[in-house]
């Protein structure tokens, strides 16, 4: 996800949040209240997402399907990469 993505919907979640309170009636500090604890809201559970993604590809990078030896990159004697054997 693009950080301007992310703004854009935390922006207007804060305002659709700002824009019910209002309409039931809440007093402006309770408005600005609740906007600033959607903002809050919004910006852990993107700290959350951005953690949950390292964390998979962590796990996807160190467990490769088969355990790498030392002896992987080398070629065998005799044998070329450009022979195609």
């Keep these: 996800m ?9 922006g207007g979640a804060a305002a659709a949040a700002a824009g019910i309170a209002i309409y039931l009636g809440f007093s402006g500090w309770a408005v600005a209240g609740l906007a600033a604890a959607t903002l809050l809201i919004a910006q ?6 951005i953690l949950l993604m390292v964390r998979e590809e962590k796990a996807r990078r ?3 399907d088969h355990p790498a030896s030392p002896s992987d990159g080398l070629l065998p004697i005799g044998k070329s990469q450009q022979s195609g054997l």
């Design 2 to 10: 693009r950080i301007g993505a992310f703004l854009m919907g935390m």
């Design 44 to 49: 852990m559970l993107y700290l959350g997402l």
């Design 62 to 64: 160190s467990s490769p």
